[in-house]
C-alpha cells in the first residue's frame, strides 16, 4: 500500500521512514514535487564557452543538453527527438552546429529549435517547425558560472534560491580572481543506492569521517572538526559546514587545498601558489571567510561540493534503488596549467569512483539501501534526532548555526522535502 | 610507441609472461605487501577515464576515427584520470587493506584474474614497454558480483632478480562505470 508522506516523517524529522529510502511510490512524488520544481545543476560555463559548445546534463531521469546557442546564450533542452523520441546528441561534449536524429535525421540548431525534416519536400501539407524544436528546459539562469534549469516555469530566480548559500560558496568561488573552470568530463557511475544518501553525506555529514574513514583519517582531524567545525543551515535543504581556523593559524593549517593529497605530495610549486592564493582571500572573501576551511556544501535538492578535495558531485536518480553520481574535479581558472594538474589529484586521490575515501562512502550508501528494503522494521525508522533544538542564529554569520554534530542539516532537508512531497501529493 | 610488438626470444617472452602470472597471484592472494615490492618507488599508476567522444566529420573513413586514444583523458592530458597516483597513493591503498576498518574491503573481496595477450612493444635501456590484457572477477559480500575488463599499458624497468613496474596505465572498457569501485589493485 502507498505510505501516506505525513506518517513518513514526523514533525521535526527526528524520524525518517525506511519507505522515504525505497518506495516506488515516493520516488513518483519525489519526480513530480521536486525534480519538477526545483532549480537543478546543469554545469558550468567553463564547459561551454563557445557558440556550439555543449555537454549532456541530466535533470533527474531527464537527459539535457546544455548548450552555447549561436547568439551567444545558454540553452538547456531535452535530449529526445520531437518525431520519434530518440536521443539527437550522443557524445559526453563537444561542439556542433547541428544535432541530428539518426532514425530520419531530422536535425536541430544548437539551441534546439528544428531546422530541417528531410522528408519534408514529398509531402503536401509541411509541418509547422517552428512548434517542433526540442523540448526547452524553461528557465535556466547562472550564477558565478554554475548553471542551473528547472522545468518550472514560475520558480524564483536562481540568485533568490540560492539565497545565503551564496555567502558561503562565495567564500570559495571569490578567493580566485578568474573563477574557477570544472576540469574535463564528469565521472559518472551507478551505485545500488538511493540518492538522498549521497546528498545527505555531502549536505553536513562531517561525522562520519573519523568513523567509517577511520582505516584513512586520523582522530586528530576529528578533534579539529569537533574543536573548530561550524555546520550551517542557510534554508532547508542547503548547508555547509567548514571550520573557522584562528586568526593566527600558520597559513599552511588555513589554505585552501592544502589539506589534499595533490598538495601534499606535489611540492613547492603548487605549495607556494595556494599560499598566495590564501595570502590574497583576506581582501577577496573579508578577514573572516578568509579563515574558513571548508568541508561539505550542499545546494538542495542534488548538487554537492566538498571544499576540502574541490569537487561539485550531483546525484542523479534512477528508481528509489539505484543513482547515477556525477563528480567533477575543479580548480581555479588562473592557476598554470601544471598546478591545475596537480590539483586535481586532491579530488580523484581521495573521492570519485577509484577515490581512498569514496568507496567506503560508497559502500554504506548501498548498504543503507539494503536496510531501507527490510520487512517487518516499519516500526524502527531511522533516528534523525541528534541535536534537536540546539541550532540558533548566529551573530556572524547568516543561517541557524550548531556543532557539526547536530543532524539539524538533515532534518531540515526532510522537513522541506516532507512539504513538497505532500503538495504534489495533494495534487499541487 | 609503435603498433608492432618488437621481436623476443621464447625466454624472454616466458619471463614476462611468468612475471604477470606471479603479479596476479599476488593480488588475488592478498599479499598486496609483495606485490608493492614488484613496484618501482617512483610508479605512476594511472587510470584514464573515458569519454562518449563526438564523431568528427572530417576524420569520418579514417582510422583516427575509431582511435582509442581520443576517448581517453589520461594524466597528461587537461582532463580529469580517474586514477594518477603515486607510491604513496599504493602504499596506502596496500596498507588500507590490511586494516580490519576499512569497511569495503570487509568481509574481503574474492577476485581471479586472467592476465594474457602480454606484448613487449619497446626497449628502451633499461626499460620495456608492455601490454596486457585482462578479465577480473570480483565478489563482495552483500554485493553483486562483476567483472572488470581492460588493458594495462606498462614500463618496466628491468632490474637485477626481475622486472619492476615503473609505469602502469590500466585502460578499463567503460564509460559509464557500474562497478561498486575503480579502487582495486588492476
Not at chain 1, 151 to 163: A, K, R
Not at chain 1, 209 to 216: E, M, P, R, Y
Request: glycine fraction near 8%; proline fraction near 5%.
Amino acid at each position: 500500500m502507498q505510505p501516506t508522506i505525513s506518517e513518513l516523517v514526523n514533525e521535526d524529522a527526528s524520524l525518517i521512514s525506511r519507505r522515504c529510502w525505497s518506495d516506488e511510490g515516493v520516488y513518483a512524488l519525489e519526480k513530480r514535487g521536486i525534480f519538477g520544481k526545483s532549480w537543478l545543476f546543469l554545469g558550468h560555463e567553463s564547459q561551454v564557452p563557445n557558440a556550439g559548445d555543449f555537454v549532456q546534463a541530466y535533470m533527474c531521469e531527464t537527459p539535457v543538453i546544455l548548450s552555447r546557442g549561436e547568439d551567444g546564450a545558454l540553452y538547456a533542452n531535452v535530449n529526445s527527438c520531437t518525431h520519434r523520441g530518440l536521443p539527437v546528441c550522443r557524445a559526453d561534449h563537444g561542439n556542433t552546429r547541428r544535432f541530428i536524429c539518426p532514425y530520419h535525421n531530422w536535425s536541430y540548431a544548437v539551441d534546439g529549435s528544428l531546422v530541417t525534416i528531410p522528408q519534408e519536400s514529398e509531402v503536401a501539407n509541411r509541418p509547422d517547425k517552428s512548434k517542433l524544436g526540442l523540448k526547452r528546459v524553461p528557465r535556466v539562469e547562472s550564477w558565478r558560472g554554475m548553471v542551473f534549469g528547472s522545468f518550472d516555469e514560475e520558480i524564483i530566480s536562481l540568485e533568490s534560491y540560492l539565497g545565503d548559500m551564496r555567502y558561503y560558496l562565495d567564500a570559495f568561488f571569490l578567493r580566485f580572481p578568474e573563477g574557477i573552470e570544472f576540469v574535463g568530463a564528469p565521472h559518472r557511475w551507478v551505485l545500488d543506492a538511493n540518492w538522498k544518501l549521497p546528498v545527505e553525506n555531502q549536505l553536513g555529514d562531517v561525522n562520519h569521517g573519523a568513523f567509517l574513514h577511520s582505516a584513512i583519517i586520523p582522530r586528530e582531524a576529528q578533534d579539529i572538526i569537533e574543536e573548530l567545525g561550524h555546520s550551517v543551515v542557510t534554508a532547508p535543504g542547503h548547508g555547509a559546514t567548514f571550520r573557522l581556523m584562528p586568526q593566527d593559524a600558520p597559513w599552511q593549517d588555513v589554505a585552501w587545498g592544502m589539506e589534499a593529497m595533490g598538495a601534499i605530495l606535489g611540492g613547492n610549486e603548487v605549495q607556494e601558489y595556494l599560499r598566495e592564493v590564501q595570502a590574497h582571500a583576506a581582501e577577496r572573501v573579508g578577514e573572516l571567510r578568509a579563515r574558513f576551511k571548508g568541508l561539505t556544501f550542499g545546494v538542495y535538492p542534488n548538487l554537492s561540493f566538498l571544499w576540502s578535495n574541490t569537487s561539485f558531485k550531483v546525484s542523479h536518480p534512477r528508481g528509489p534503488g539505484k543513482v547515477e553520481y556525477w563528480s567533477w574535479a575543479v580548480v581555479p581558472a588562473d592557476a598554470p596549467e601544471s598546478i591545475k594538474k596537480i590539483l586535481r589529484t586532491n579530488y580523484s586521490s581521495f573521492f570519485g569512483p577509484a577515490g581512498l575515501l569514496e568507496q567506503e562512502d560508497s559502500e554504506v550508501w548501498t548498504q543503507q539501501y539494503i536496510g531501507s528494503n527490510i520487512d517487518f522494521a516499519d516500526d524502527r525508522p531511522y533516528y534523525y534526532g541528534l541535536g534537536l533544538g540546539e541550532e540558533k542564529p548566529h551573530p556572524q554569520f547568516p543561517g541557524l548555526v550548531s556543532v557539526t554534530a547536530n543532524e539539524f542539516y538533515a532534518r531540515h532537508f526532510f522537513l522541506r522535502w516532507r512539504d513538497e512531497l505532500m503538495a504534489a501529493e495533494a495534487g499541487l | 610507441m609503435t603498433d608492432q610488438a618488437i621481436a623476443t626470444s621464447p625466454e624472454e617472452q616466458r619471463a614476462l609472461e611468468r612475471f604477470y602470472y606471479y603479479e596476479a597471484r599476488l593480488l588475488d592472494s592478498r599479499q598486496y605487501q609483495d606485490w608493492l615490492a614488484l613496484l618501482t618507488e617512483d610508479v605512476r599508476y594511472s587510470m584514464p577515464s573515458r569519454v562518449n567522444v563526438q564523431v568528427d566529420n572530417r576524420e569520418r573513413g579514417k582510422q583516427q576515427m575509431l582511435s582509442v586514444a581520443r576517448e581517453l583523458e589520461g594524466p597528461e592530458g587537461s582532463g580529469n584520470p580517474l586514477r594518477d597516483e603515486s607510491y604513496v597513493h599504493l602504499m596506502l591503498r596496500v596498507e588500507r587493506a590490511y586494516k580490519i576498518n576499512s569497511w569495503s574491503e570487509n568481509p574481503p573481496a574474492r577476485t581471479r584474474r586472467m592476465v594474457g595477450n602480454v606484448e613487449l612493444m619497446a626497449r628502451r635501456d633499461d626499460e620495456w614497454d608492455v601490454l596486457s590484457n585482462f578479465q577480473l572477477f570480483y565478489a563482495r559480500p552483500g554485493s553483486r558480483d562483476v567483472i572488470y575488463s581492460g588493458q594495462r599499458n606498462d614500463t618496466l624497468r628491468v632490474a637485477e632478480g626481475g622486472y619492476r613496474i615503473a609505469r602502469r596505465e590500466v585502460v578499463l572498457d567503460y564509460a559509464e562505470i557500474e562497478k561498486p569501485t575503480l579502487g582495486l589493485l588492476f
